[in-house]
């Protein structure tokens, strides 16, 4: 395996069923590697399943973290440890003003962090055992720039923000050669392929250059 590659790794997708999810797959696949592509509903991941042959499909409530740790139990059993994990998981809802940020908006927003919580806690030590272990999540522009309308979603993306940047002082005390990168975007519609080709290149970069990075991608 080329030291600097992802071909030969093995990298987890988390809403691997969304639209920037079946990109970064295609061109993990493309570039050689295994590629688990996680879900929560079993028909879109029979369809991707199809629709990308080679991608290992599960099924999974990443909210929930008795699931999570049975999902990381599947996926050591079946293709070992993991290289890498893509956090996609998220969506999008706004509100009118303060007043308008509803506890119902909220909780759905809050899904995201729950999920990279798990996922990470349940993931950290196969990435720091990694020659060469990655952790991405997608973020938002907002985070530099809060708006009234948008302030549960900007809180959600900053909280994510701030465990990204635990999970890279992890990385660094355990002196891994390990990275967690976060990429912000004003939208992520447009942009899945230069999001996918982000992904693909992490292995093409040494840790200590992308460990707490933060990187806007634009169209």
């Known amino acids: 395996m080329p030291e600097r590659s992802v071909a030969g790794r093995t990298v987890l997708i988390a809403g691997a069923t969304s ?4 990109t ?6 493309e570039a050689g590697a295994r590629v688990v592509a996680v879900g929560s509903d079993q028909g879109r991941i029979e369809t991707l ?3 990308l042959p080679g991608v290992l499909g599960e099924v999974a409530d990443l909210t929930d973290g008795d699931d999570v740790l049975e999902l990381a139990m599947r996926v050591h059993a079946g293709v070992g440890a993991v290289d890498g ?4 998981v998220g969506g999008w809802r706004g509100g009118g003003g303060i007043a ?3 506890n119902e908006d909220y909780d759905v927003l809050a899904r995201s962090f729950t999920a990279l919580r798990y996922l990470s806690r349940a993931f950290f030590d196969d990435l720091v055992r990694s020659p060469a272990g990655r952790i991405a999540i997608v973020s938002s522009t907002t985070v530099e720039r809060p708006t009234a309308g948008s302030a549960n979603y900007t809180a959600v993306k900053a909280a994510s923000e701030s465990w990204m940047r635990s999970v890279a002082d992890g990385f660094a005390r355990a002196d891994a050669p390990a990275a967690a990168v976060t990429y912000r975007v004003r939208s992520l519609a447009g942009l899945e392929g230069d999001l996918a080709a982000a992904v693909v290149a992490l292995w093409e970069t040494d840790a200590a250059d992308l460990n707490g990075s933060v990187t806007t991608l634009t169209a």
Request: no cysteine; proline share 0%.
């Open 19 to 22: 639209t920037s999810g079946r």
């Open 24 to 29: 970064v797959a295609r061109a993990l696949l």
């Open 49 to 51: 399943e199809q629709e």
């Open 85 to 88: 994990v893509v956090h996609l």
């Open 100 to 102: 308008g940020q509803t």
